[in-house]
Nanobody, 119 residues
């Protein structure tokens, strides 16, 4: 299984970014997909998680109303749309997937993509 993230970069506060995570060797049907982030000096934080088998969705409180997760099964790609970005969203963002329906997914990880939000 290989996960490749893209779409990170530098954006001003209030701006938007869409991260992509392309998967190979793994299908999203009836499995769990998620996004995590890790800021310097802080532990890794679960941002969002989506169980494709039962539709359950988890948001971190800090991103509710601003971030959305989606997937394109035809492209085997999961997205994280991030709107109204804040400087505290600055982190390396990772996608992860796992078998089954439980959050958080921890089995397979991407390499991460840097998101920097300037004030």
């Amino acid at each position: 299984v290989q996960l490749v993230e893209s779409g990170g970069g530098l954006v001003q506060a209030g701006g938007s970014l869409r991260l992509s995570c392309a998967a190979s060797g793994f299908t999203f049907d009836a499995n769990t997909i998620g996004w995590f982030r890790q800021a310097p000096g802080k532990p890794r934080e679960e941002v969002m998680c989506f169980s494709t088998s039962d539709g359950r969705l988890y948001h971190a409180e800090s991103v509710k109303g601003r971030f959305t997760i989606s997937s394109d099964n035809a492209k085997n790609t999961v997205y994280l749309q991030m709107n109204n970005l804040k400087p505290e969203d600055t982190a390396v963002y990772y996608c992860a997937v796992d078998y089954g329906s439980s959050c958080p997914p921890t089995r397979f990880w991407g390499q991460g993509t840097q998101v920097t939000v300037s004030s």
